[in-house]
T-cell receptor, first 107, second 114 residues
Framework: KNEVEQSPQNLTAQEGEFITINCSYS?????LHWLQQHPGGGIVSLFM???GKKKHGRLIATINIQEKHSSLHITASHPRDSAVYIC?????????FGKGTHLIIQP | KAGVTQTPRYLIKTRGQQVTLSCSPI?????VSWYQQTPGQGLQFLFE???????NKGNFPGRFSGRQFSNSRSEMNVSTLELGDSALYLC?????????????FGPGTRLTVT
């Protein structure tokens, strides 16, 4: 079973700050997903990556397969980034989910 | 292109009853996965279907079952409902599977068991 640790669990920051969310997992995977969930439940897939780094606008995701670690960065954070961010390593048995990071960006 | 749709969006059932939830994937997607989300356990994988075959199953009792039809639409069924089954049930579709392809999530069905 893949054990997934996300940190921090909760994060409150000021608009414009650089945000980092970390995810560690215990079992080798084929890919890792970063998800965003807004109040009300809707989930959006932000990234799916199996190596290196990906960038979409102000969001950057990195993964180190050897160290079993991934990070999600948000540059120039904005109140609309307030949401729960969830990492989900994917292996032969499907996706395993972290507990999520509850992010609040204050104006 | 239409997104993933789930019906119904909200459901209230009584202990002991059974329930069927439906998921229509994005056109062309052949894989559908189901997840349960509760405040205590977070998101948990239920099962994945690909081309009408169950490819993976999470650690849930046999009361939870599913199927996929030839048009890739999927249903999940929960029999003999328990209070602990109250949750948000999400489905997600992808081209061939969750591990290596981006997942597209539906809005979810919020099930309340009383």
């Amino acid at each position: 079973k893949n054990e997934v640790e996300q940190s921090p669990q909760n994060l409150t920051a000021q608009e414009g700050e650089f945000i980092t969310i970390n995810c560690s997992y215990s079992v080798g995977i084929s890919a890792l997903h970063w998800l965003q969930q807004h109040p009300g439940g809707g989930i959006v897939s932000l990234f799916m990556l199996s190596s290196g780094k990906k960038k979409h606008g102000r969001l950057i995701a990195t993964i180190n397969i050897q160290e079993k670690h991934s990070s999600l960065h948000i540059t120039a954070s904005h109140p609309r980034d307030s949401a729960v961010y969830i990492c989900a390593p994917g292996g032969a048995d499907g996706l395993t989910f972290g507990k999520g990071t509850h992010l609040i960006i204050q104006p | 292109k239409a997104g993933v749709t789930q019906t119904p969006r909200y459901l209230i059932k009584t202990r002991g009853q059974q329930v069927t939830l439906s998921c229509s994937p994005i056109s062309g997607h052949r894989s559908v996965s189901w997840y349960q989300q509760t405040p205590g356990q977070g998101l948990q994988f239920l099962f994945e279907y690909f081309s009408e075959t169950q490819r993976n199953k999470g650690n849930f009792p046999g009361r939870f079952s599913g199927r996929q039809f030839s048009n890739s639409r999927s249903e999940m069924n929960v029999s003999t409902l328990e209070l602990g089954d109250s949750a948000l049930y999400l489905c997600a579709s992808s081209w061939t599977g969750s591990q290596a392809y981006e997942q597209y999530f539906g809005p979810g069905t919020r099930l309340t068991v009383t």
